[in-house]
């Protein structure tokens, strides 16, 4: 293997070159102002404890799908993730196709919240605002869209009250706890989980979200910031980062015995696809899907890999189940060019095929 041959001069050059547009990034930083958390206008249609239901408002006079979708988003990060900018937000997509697109907003729990269960957050929290929805609309049932974790609670949200989801989409949603491609799962088997919650209470959103990025340390906490210096010179794209980074750092905690409750009964024990778990009075029978199912996943996701999402059709009751390949990763499939153009307009056919 040959030496790597280094210049003098080149090294000077490209020092120099890093230095100007760290310098002009720098100055782009300090005029940015706040950075905003969701671009799309929304309004409040329900609240309890922590948690908020918006709904929101279309530039769409002309709805075609007159069954509302309710996004379920995971407990860990924000959900403005999926209305992150103007030209890059999954719900202005989905109204553009036509939905009437609601989600919920869990909010930051506090010691307060530290007892809430897996129950009170699906069949007390999710049941209570897809109620909501169901009686404004004046409809038996709605569409589910669930995201990551959220995903998850969804499927088994589907499972235990059947009649009241029409159609249910899942992205990027594990249902494999125990692939051998799963970096997490593989990290949390051993975990004393009863420990870590008796001793901290709630799990600090901070520590959770340095294990995910511990995952790919190198491409999330080192090549991404020598690649902002490329970017930072242009005023839209330093704001577009810096939202970015807004979202990744803003980790709510999680309330503790939630918490206990999903890394034993999905992680360790990987009790969904085996037909073991309960949460609250019912049993999650993922057989009791059968509504349609539009499953989505990403085929780089370093968090939720395809293959803890892709066996959700041998489990699930539905004749009518859809797979959905996105050529990306986590959050591109929310945030990329190519995911604009792709998945929201075909969540919006797909479900105005079944409407």
Known sequence: MSPVQIRPDQAVDELLTFNRKLGEGLQNLLKTGPIDAGVTPKEAVYREDKMVLYRFKSDNHKLRNPVPVLIVYALVNRPYMTDIQEDRSMVRGLLKAGLDVYLIDWGYPDRADSYLTLDDYINGYIDRCVDVIRKKHNRDNINLLGICQGGTFSLCY??????????????????????????????????????????????????????????????????????????????????????????????????????????????????????????????????????????????????????????????????????????????????????????????????????
């Open 158 to 355: 589907s499972a235990m009250h059947p009649h009241k989801v029409q159609n249910l989409i899942t992205m990027v949603t594990p249902v494999d706890f125990k692939t051998p491609e799963n970096l997490l799962s593989r990290w949390i088997q051993h975990m004393d989980v009863d420990l870590l919650v008796d001793t901290m209470g709630n799990m600090p959103g901070e520590l959770l979200n340095w294990t995910f990025l511990s995952l790919k340390p190198f491409r999330l906490m080192g090549q991404k910031y020598l690649d902002m210096v490329d970017a930072l010179p242009d005023e839209r794209k330093a704001k577009n980062f810096l939202r970015m980074e807004k979202w990744i750092f803003d980790s709510p905690d999680q309330a503790g015995e939630a918490f206990r409750q999903f890394i034993k009964d999905f992680y360790q024990c990987n009790a969904l696809i085996k037909g073991e778990l309960r949460i609250g009075e019912h049993e999650v029978n993922l057989r009791n899907v059968a509504m349609p199912v539009l499953n989505i996943y990403a085929t780089e996701d370093h968090l939720v890999p395809p293959s803890a999402s892709i066996p959700l059709k041998e489990f699930v009751g539905t004749k009518d189940y859809t797979e959905q390949a996105f050529p990306g990763g986590h959050i591109g499939i929310y945030v990329s060019g190519r995911a604009q153009k792709e998945v929201p307009p075909s969540i919006g056919r797909w479900l105005d095929a079944r409407t």
